[in-house]
């Protein structure tokens, strides 16, 4: 968790119960005026809904077959973690819907919408990257069981999530500039706009961006600074 100025930004693992309460325990110690969520309008929805909502074959000509089939199996895999530990894909954003509905504070979705960023991410993804996505994938699944690299009930260390970043951006680069580098800069630009209309901001974001939106808000603000001088 980082406070900076009016904004609190809660880092999360979308599986872990450890965030789910630190997203509680935050939300009723400092009574926000204003709850951010790492969410667009879709997949906002499909969290309130009771019924299943997935995205679906026709959704292939809207996103396109490379990114409808890297969101099942991120789906897929977040699914069988959450199992693991007893929770569900993003329980941390049910519990801070349900503390905003129940304390009457609003609500803001700061994420592109999910078509975009998949349009974007099938448009770009090159066949390097899919073979060593396919390899990754062979190898988790026929080989042996392991000891995960850290605790899957808590947030990683930054250390470990700078060292994943790291692989992805080295190994991954089409989908580090979709689904990490693109979608920070939209994150922070959406909560520095926030902070500017609202007392206390609380932010729920994943572990992997907290770091690099922070640096994108005081960056903004260093530049608005300058602007007003400037005038």
Same mark, same amino acid.
Do not use: C
């Given at each position: 968790? %980082?406070?900076?100025?009016?904004? #609190?930004?809660?880092?999360?693992?979308?599986?872990?119960?450890?965030?789910?309460?630190?997203?509680?325990?935050? /939300?009723?110690?400092?009574?926000?005026?204003?709850?951010?969520?790492?969410?667009?309008?879709?997949?906002?929805?499909?969290? /309130?809904?009771?019924?299943?909502?997935?995205?679906?074959?026709?959704?292939?000509?809207?996103?396109?077959?490379?990114?409808?089939?890297?969101?099942?199996?991120?789906?897929?895999?977040?699914?069988?973690?959450?199992?693991? *530990?007893?929770?569900?894909?993003?329980?941390?954003?049910?519990?801070? %819907?349900?503390?905003?509905?129940?304390?009457? %504070?609003?609500?803001?979705?700061?994420?592109?919408?999910?078509?975009? #960023?998949?349009?974007?991410?099938?448009?770009?993804?090159?066949?390097?990257?899919?073979?060593?996505?396919?390899?990754?994938?062979?190898?988790? /699944?026929?080989?042996?069981?392991?000891?995960?690299?850290?605790?899957? #009930?808590?947030?990683?260390?930054?250390?470990?999530?700078?060292?994943?970043?790291?692989?992805?951006?080295?190994?991954?680069?089409?989908?580090?500039?979709?689904?990490?580098?693109?979608?920070?800069?939209?994150?922070?630009?959406?909560?520095?706009?926030?902070?500017?209309?609202?007392?206390?901001?609380?932010?729920?974001?994943?572990?992997? +961006?907290?770091?690099?939106?922070?640096?994108?808000?005081?960056?903004?603000? *260093?530049?608005?600074?300058?602007? #007003?001088?400037? +005038?």
């Amino acid at each position: 968790m %980082i406070n900076y100025q009016n904004l #609190t930004i809660i880092g999360t693992s979308h599986i872990s119960p450890e965030s789910i309460k630190e997203v509680q325990n935050t /939300i009723a110690k400092e009574s926000p005026d204003l709850i951010a969520l790492e969410l667009d309008q879709l997949r906002f929805n499909s969290l /309130i809904s009771t019924k299943t909502s997935k995205l679906r074959i026709r959704d292939i000509f809207k996103i396109g077959l490379k990114g409808f089939i890297i969101n099942l199996i991120g789906a897929w895999i977040e699914k069988k973690l959450g199992k693991i *530990v007893n929770t569900k894909p993003g329980d941390e954003m049910r519990a801070a %819907i349900k503390l905003a509905k129940e304390n009457n %504070i609003k609500i803001a979705l700061i994420d592109q919408d999910i078509r975009i #960023t998949l349009k974007k991410l099938s448009k770009r993804i090159t066949w390097k990257e899919k073979f060593n996505l396919l390899k990754e994938i062979l190898k988790a /699944i026929f080989k042996r069981k392991r000891k995960p690299p850290f605790d899957i #009930t808590k947030v990683p260390p930054q250390k470990i999530i700078a060292n994943l970043t790291k692989k992805i951006k080295k190994n991954y680069p089409s989908i580090y500039l979709t689904l990490i580098e693109e979608r920070n800069y939209i994150l922070a630009k959406n909560l520095y706009n926030i902070m500017k209309h609202h007392n206390k901001v609380i932010a729920v974001i994943g572990a992997g +961006h907290e770091k690099e939106v922070l640096e994108i808000i005081k960056k903004e603000a *260093v530049n608005e600074i300058h602007k #007003t001088r400037a +005038h």
